[in-house]
């Protein structure tokens, strides 16, 4: 078992950074034409959440800093003069990347070029991961948990358009609430980020329309007597604030979807109007149930669980193969046997034994790294790991199908491998006087019958 640095996050650096492709490519993004202000973010914060500390097989869940790419930018060694544990690159902004140091986190709007705090309300600690999932960015710290930002929505709009606006509001993420409220389970909110260029003169509105045009929902900025009563009111009954804020830079104003009446929205589309700085702007609102049962819950994460096993045994079967066959070809090149009869024949041997063994050895690391295809049991381990942290947050993850059918395929082309090519080389290597490869009970890592359901993904238990 490796050492566990933070609550569910593993120390190892053993595969490619994703900032490898962003640091090739050439493509402008809209930020990097204008200079991001500490207050155009202020209203983002993290959400701290305490896992529960679980025996696990573990393999990284985020990208730390080391892989070819990462470490030729001077960049990502360090920032700000604190060295860079993680990164995480944005798959919907290019451009968009954070970084984990040993203070903190930060944000750099032009692939690296220019990086700038994310600390906001996390205290300073070594962040040794990050990823994110759907809209959310998790940073696993060491000795102060797991950190959320549920909602990367400015951060992914910010630009031109909203630096030179008067006032602007971002669209907002698409929520999912609770299909039955009234069973106690508390339905998500609906986060609207609005920037001021500069304080209001007047007052600001916030208005929800449903897809009729018509009015469900007001909020505005005045702070009246009845303003501010019912705003007391609505925060002692565990609701949310009625009243907009007025600072300069980002603001934050959560919904908590109830419709004027008090009752819960109904799932639909809707349309948010904002009026500040005598400029109105409108953003879509997209509002849907979350189905999922309790049952259903404990079943994805039995696949998911199922899913990390096979990967995480499989890939500590793979690095004790990987081990010997470099203790192997240590031997072929360190031993010299006396007599030059003996010694051209071993030079002979030893040479096929180590075509041999850099063969199998670029076979294993083809199922570590993955292709154009199908990517490799690391990736696979570290996302369904990542949807792991996202379910026991509270949150829906991305989609595990795709990463159990690449499990799938990465473990029947190991279990090939180890029940083929392996005792072929162990034969092989003997002529040159080696001893046999570790060989791995693959079939034990996880039954993958032929037949499995098309839910089952690779994943049944």
């Known amino acids: 078992m490796r050492s566990v640095c933070t609550i569910a996050f593993v120390c190892v650096a053993a595969f490619?950074?994703?900032?490898?492709?962003?640091?090739?490519?050439?493509?402008?993004?809209?930020?990097?034409?204008?200079?991001?202000?500490?207050a155009q973010i202020s209203a983002l914060r993290w959400r701290h959440v305490d896992l529960p500390h679980e025996p696990h097989h573990g393999q990284p869940v985020g990208a730390p800093v080391g892989g070819p790419g990462a470490k030729d930018s001077p960049a990502l060694k360090s920032v700000e003069g604190s060295q860079v544990r993680s990164?995480?690159?944005?798959?919907?902004?290019?451009?968009?990347?954070?970084?984990?140091?040993?203070?903190?986190?930060?944000?750099?709007?032009?692939?690296a070029n220019h990086f700038q705090s994310l600390q906001l309300n996390m205290p300073a600690a070594s962040v040794r991961h990050l990823f994110i999932q759907q809209n959310a960015l998790f940073a696993g710290t060491e000795?102060?948990?797991?950190?959320?930002?549920?909602?990367?929505?400015?951060?992914?709009?910010?630009?031109?358009d909203s630096v030179d606006a008067p006032s602007f509001l971002f669209k907002p993420s698409p929520v999912m609430r609770a299909s039955n409220p009234a069973s106690g389970a508390a339905p998500t909110e609906l986060v609207f980020y609005y920037e001021l260029k500069s304080?209001?003169?007047?007052?600001?509105?916030?208005?929800?329309?449903d897809s009729h045009g018509k009015s469900v929902r007001r909020f505005t900025s005045f702070a009246g007597k009845t303003a501010a009563a019912e705003d007391a009111a609505a925060k002692s009954?565990?609701?949310?604030?009625?009243i907009l804020s007025k600072n300069i830079g980002l603001n934050r104003f959560a919904w908590d979807l109830r419709s004027a009446d008090g009752g819960f929205i109904e799932p639909g589309q809707y349309e948010a109007i904002f009026i500040g700085n005598d400029s109105l702007m409108k953003q879509p609102v997209s509002i849907s149930i979350d189905s999922r049962t309790p049952e259903l819950q404990a079943l994805e994460l039995k696949r998911i669980d199922s899913g990390i096993t096979a990967s995480a045994t499989a890939i500590d079967q793979m690095t004790n193969l990987r081990n010997a066959i470099a203790d192997r070809v240590r031997t072929i090149h360190t031993e010299k046997p006396s007599g030059k009869a003996a010694?051209?024949?071993?030079?002979?041997?030893?040479?096929?034994?180590?075509a041999a063994l850099h063969d199998l050895d670029s076979k294993v690391t083809k199922i570590f790294d993955?292709?154009?295809?199908?990517?490799?049991?690391?990736?696979?381990?570290?996302?369904?790991?990542?949807?792991?942290?996202a379910i026991q947050a509270g949150m829906i993850p991305d989609p595990v199908n795709p990463?159990?059918?690449?499990?799938?395929?990465?473990?029947?082309?190991?279990?090939?491998?180890?029940?083929?090519?392996?005792?072929?080389?162990?034969?092989?290597?003997a002529k040159s006087s080696l001893a046999a490869l570790p060989t791995a009970t693959v079939m034990s890592i996880m039954a993958m019958p032929q037949e499995s359901s098309a839910n089952s993904g690779g994943c049944a238990p």
């Open 199 to 209: 304080a209001p003169a007047r007052e600001l509105t916030l208005e929800i329309h």
């Open 343 to 354: 010694a051209a024949q071993r030079l002979e041997h030893g040479q096929e034994s180590a």
């Open 87 to 111: 990164v995480a690159e944005d798959p919907l902004r290019k451009g968009l990347l954070f970084a984990g140091t040993e203070r903190g986190v930060y944000v750099s709007f032009d692939r």
């Open 16 to 38: 490619t950074s994703p900032l490898a492709a962003s640091a090739q490519s050439d493509q402008k993004d809209s930020a990097s034409m204008v200079a991001v202000s500490p």
């Open 403 to 429: 990463s159990c059918s690449a499990l799938e395929t990465n473990l029947a082309a190991w279990r090939d491998l180890d029940a083929r090519a392996v005792p072929e080389i162990s034969t092989l290597i």
């Open 237 to 242: 009954a565990s609701q949310k604030s009625s």
């Open 370 to 389: 993955g292709d154009a295809v199908t990517p490799g049991l690391l990736a696979v381990h570290r996302g369904l790991s990542q949807a792991r942290i």
């Open 143 to 160: 000795g102060h948990g797991l950190w959320i930002i549920d909602d990367l929505a400015p951060l992914r709009q910010i630009g031109a």
